[in-house]
């Protein structure tokens, strides 16, 4: 069970936080990294080989990333 949400400025873990819940980083590398540039972690691998983030940007990172997708 991931522990600790990797975006930068984040400091949600599951010990802090028991009731947040925690989101993987998709696997497929075109969405994963448009993904990390939203978080700004360019070096994800550096941290923890499973990123996870926690809800809270996780719902934000989602709504950006359709803003994106809707102007394309």
Known sequence: M???????GCNNS????PELQF???PKEL???NKWLALIRRDHWHTITPRPFIA???WDHARMQ???LQ???
Not at 2 to 8: D, E, N, R, S, T
Not at 14 to 17: A, D, I
Request: with cysteine; net charge positive.
């Open 65 to 67: 990333l359709a803003k």
């Open 23 to 25: 989101y993987s980083i």
């Open 2 to 8: 991931p522990g600790i949400c990797c975006a930068v």
């Open 55 to 57: 809800q809270t940007l």
């Open 14 to 17: 599951r010990q802090r936080n």
């Open 30 to 32: 075109d969405r994963r």
């Open 70 to 72: 809707s102007r394309h």
